[in-house]
């Protein structure tokens, strides 16, 4: 084999080897471990769910100092934000018995991720009756949670996992004994 040959050879793998990329990992709001007492069938629907627009995409989306963002371009969630995070509510609220039908309405206002600091959730939640009508208004309630977490993407997971755990346990409170107002405490 001729030294030109060889050289051209060691050269494409040297630019093989340069295109490679990390590879993707996934991850999910919902833990391994199924909820306790769940049922299957929840008697809570969610009607609707909305995250902000600049973290509800597949990509991980963390803090960085005091007002940048950055898009983790190998650590994803299974799906999008929003549906991640419905996919999760689900899971969590499966095993609640409501008095009533009950419909579920979500606005997170943040989902702040800071490795080594912590993971945040502040939502807004309604829950609506079948029999509720446009005289009787059921209260919107605000939860933010926030819940240390390690260095790692996997910390931040399971730091957002425990919010959301904690988020479903305050709204099965309240549709399991509905309350003149919000439910406070864990």
């Known amino acids: 084999m001729s030294l030109s040959l060889k050289i051209s050879l060691l050269s494409l793998a040297v630019l093989l080897a340069a295109c490679r990329s990390d590879p993707i990992h996934y991850h999910t709001l919902t833990p391994a471990q199924p909820t ?42 299974g799906a999008n934000l929003s549906d991640e995070l419905k996919s999760a509510l689900v899971d969590q609220l499966s095993g609640t018995a409501a008095q009533h039908k009950v419909s579920l309405r979500v606005e ?31 209260p919107t309630c605000r939860t933010t949670l926030q819940t240390p977490a390690g260095p790692t993407i996997d910390d931040l997971v399971a730091a957002h996992q ?25």
């Open 108 to 138: 997170v206002q943040r989902f702040d991720s800071i490795p080594g600091h912590y993971a945040l959730v502040d939502a807004k939640w309604r829950l609506r009756t079948a029999e509720t009508d446009a005289s009787s208004t059921s």
């Open 36 to 77: 306790a007492g769940a049922r299957g069938g929840a008697d809570i629907q969610i009607e609707r769910l909305t995250v902000p627009p600049q973290v509800d995409r597949p990509q991980i989306v963390i803090r960085q100092g005091s007002s940048g963002l950055a898009i983790m371009e190998t650590e994803w969630w």
């Open 162 to 186: 425990n919010n959301i755990k904690r988020l479903a346990s305050l709204i099965s409170k309240m549709a399991s004994a509905p309350l003149n107002g919000c439910p406070t405490g864990e």
